[in-house]
């Protein structure tokens, strides 16, 4: 599948099957979301997965739009050191855990965290340094059958384009 192909492809998904990821699997998205742009190279992000079942419902019921956590296979929470651009790097990051998700077979789901009022508890829960920011949360499971081929509906481009001024 190509590139553009597979941005075609990707959409949020918040259910999942009931199905374990293997860690082989984890580790080739967490990988892809090493491998991100970053301002100057600095690269200020960790990645901290998690697939306890136990750990999942905790995420869940601490967040306010992310409840669809307790029932992933797995969250990535996308931390970043307080540089000048850890946002923008967290957040090509995060793309690349979706885009590696959806290359692998998966449903994925960002769930916004920078500046929420749940990330003082969340980086807790974690034993985060003070010095992290959390950027965001990603759901990652196998979706529920049927829903592979279920794209949303987007604008068109000719909606979006502008050529020389807005």
Not at 64 to 80: M, S
Request: with cysteine; glycine share 6%.
């Amino acid at each position: 599948m190509s590139g553009i192909d597979l941005f075609k492809k990707r959409r949020s998904a918040r259910a999942f099957q009931e199905k374990p990821i293997a860690k082989s699997v984890l580790e080739d998205i967490v990988d892809a979301a090493r491998l991100a742009p970053t301002a100057r190279n600095v690269q200020p992000w960790e990645f901290v997965v998690v697939t306890g079942k136990a750990i999942l419902k905790d995420i869940a019921a601490i967040t306010d739009h992310g409840k669809f956590i307790a029932n992933a296979g797995a969250c990535i929470l996308v931390f970043c050191a307080d540089t000048k651009y850890y946002l923008e790097d967290g957040c090509a990051a995060t793309e690349n855990i979706l885009l590696a998700a959806a290359a692998l077979g998966l449903g994925a789901c960002w769930v916004a965290a920078d500046k929420k009022a749940y990330c003082d508890r969340i980086n807790s829960l974690f034993s985060a340094p003070g010095s992290f920011k959390l950027v965001s949360m990603v759901a990652i499971g196998y979706l529920l059958p049927g829903e592979e081929n279920n794209p949303v509906q987007k604008r068109g481009l000719e909606e979006v384009i502008h050529w020389e001024k807005f």
